[in-house]
């Protein structure tokens, strides 16, 4: 294994539990890693952009983190992995790399594997535009505000800050136009989910949904908070029971919304959003490990 770079960010999840992490990997593989921490949002993404000289990355922390370092690799020549240290940490689950001990064991494999990445194109209502990437989940509506609430709240926490945000969050319908990237449908939504990996923090949400299947999966939702609560409980127990209004696949997905709304992508709650375009990016992220 030559010589990559460990991007720590030091806020992520509990930080008791991420010091342990970066103390395991300084002890047991110091001699393949440099280790530099973060100090505020966006230098993950400034630390991958200035790490040409490195084969490949280690993002230490959540989601969002991953979705920084991907925002700066360089993809078609470095590999990722990963040691999961967030509170919702979708893409590590989907890999089988949830623990600690996991994505350690995943370190010492020399294989890797292809993986799905989404493409994010956001137009904000004051005219600006951006574009980045994400490996797990955008979300509008009941999603994207137990995220913002479980992050001001609930951070410490750690992986139950969802959880415990998901109970107090209540539900609002909301005017959309959604499609398949062409014509757009008048939706009323309480939540819209588009994800690339089958879980949705801590739950397996899509049950059908692969990392490298070259679709983006999307669920609708129109509940009440009861009929919220007894979806999510069907989620827990890893029942498709009380499934959502509808779940399909493709591999463009564009949002409208007929007022400036809140956007989560990738843990990260964007404000102010009036049209979002997805799209899938097959195989383009080497990740260092084999999945199942």
Do not use: K
């Not at 395991?24 to 790490?51: M, S, V, Y």
């Not at 490996?135 to 969802?162: H, I, K, M, Q």
């Amino acid at each position: 294994m030559r010589r990559w770079l460990a991007i720590v960010n030091p806020a992520a999840g509990l930080a008791r539990a991420n010091r342990r992490l970066v103390r395991r990997l300084a002890c047991e593989w110091g001699e393949h890693f440099e280790i530099l921490h973060t100090a505020c949002p966006g230098d993950a993404a400034r630390l991958a952009r200035e790490a040409a000289g490195y084969e490949g990355l280690l993002a230490v922390g959540g989601d969002g983190t991953i979705a920084e370092v991907l925002g700066g690799m360089d993809l078609p020549r470095q590999s990722l992995a990963l040691l999961p240290a967030g509170h919702g940490n979708c893409l590590a689950r989907d890999l089988g790399i949830g623990s600690p001990q996991l994505a350690f064991d995943a370190l010492g494999r020399e294989c890797t594997t292809l993986l799905d990445l989404m493409r994010v194109c956001i137009e904000f209502r004051d005219g600006r535009h951006e574009e980045r990437l994400a490996a797990s989940t955008v979300a509008l509506g009941y999603v994207a505000e137990v995220v913002a609430l479980g992050r001001r709240r609930f951070a410490g926490l750690g992986g139950l800050a969802y959880t415990a945000a998901a109970l107090l969050t209540c539900v609002q319908r909301r005017e959309l136009r959604l499609g398949a990237g062409g014509t757009l449908a008048p939706r009323r939504l309480t939540n819209l989910v588009i994800n690339n990996t089958a879980h949705l923090a801590n739950f397996r949400a899509f049950h059908d949904a692969r990392l490298d299947d070259g679709r983006l999966d999307v669920l609708e939702a129109a509940y009440s908070w009861g009929r919220q609560m007894l979806h999510n409980a069907a989620i827990l127990a890893g029942s498709r029971r009380f499934g959502p209004a509808a779940l399909w696949q493709a591999p463009v997905v564009a949002i409208e919304s007929a007022l400036p709304a809140r956007l989560m992508v990738d843990g990260e709650v964007l404000e102010e959003v009036s049209r979002v375009t997805l799209e899938c990016l097959p195989g383009v992220l080497r990740w260092r490990g084999a999945v199942g």
